[in-house]
């Protein structure tokens, strides 16, 4: 019986460190400014994605979930660490004047996809964070 207990003593303690050895991830709410000549409109399908910068550095890529008409995100279990930050937005095909707006969103695109964006960001180990993405200034904040 002695030797079952010493048996499960290890086997307790290596299972406490596993557990505080999980990375801990935050929640991040986010607002995007676009471009003062674009519009989003809340039938849009906007993406705006996080990708570890430098690639396969520290974080875990992600994409806020987008809420139309507020213009926000969120980001549940986030790994903190620095981010590139990309954003393309497409109007619905089949809504009126979807053929001229997406001509006309085709270069603000194509600044920040993920081969050109320069909009970057520390995603911090505190719990709740804000941050504010702004196409017009090509930068993000901390809100």
Same mark, same amino acid.
């Given at each position: 019986?002695?030797?079952?207990?010493?048996?499960?003593?290890p086997a307790c303690l290596g299972l406490f460190f596993l557990?505080?050895?999980s990375e801990s991830t @935050?929640? %991040?709410n986010g607002k995007l400014i676009p471009p003062a000549d674009v519009r989003i409109e809340k039938t849009d399908s906007v993406n705006v994605a996080f990708t570890p910068d430098p690639p396969g550095g520290k974080g875990k890529a992600w @994409?806020? %979930?987008f809420s139309p008409g507020e213009n926000t995100f969120v980001g549940k279990e986030v790994v903190p660490g620095t981010y590139k930050v990309t954003v393309q937005i497409e109007p619905y095909r089949g809504e009126k004047d979807s053929e001229k707006r997406s001509e006309a969103?085709?270069?603000?695109n194509v600044r920040f996809s993920g081969?050109?964006?320069k909009l970057k960001t520390e995603i911090t180990g505190?719990?709740?964070?804000?941050?504010i993405v702004d196409m017009k200034s090509n930068s993000v904040t901390k809100g």
């Open positions: 019986m002695r030797l079952s207990r010493l048996l499960w003593l557990a505080g050895c @935050v929640t %991040v @994409v806020g %979930v969103m085709k270069d603000m081969d050109n964006s505190d719990r709740n964070q804000s941050i």
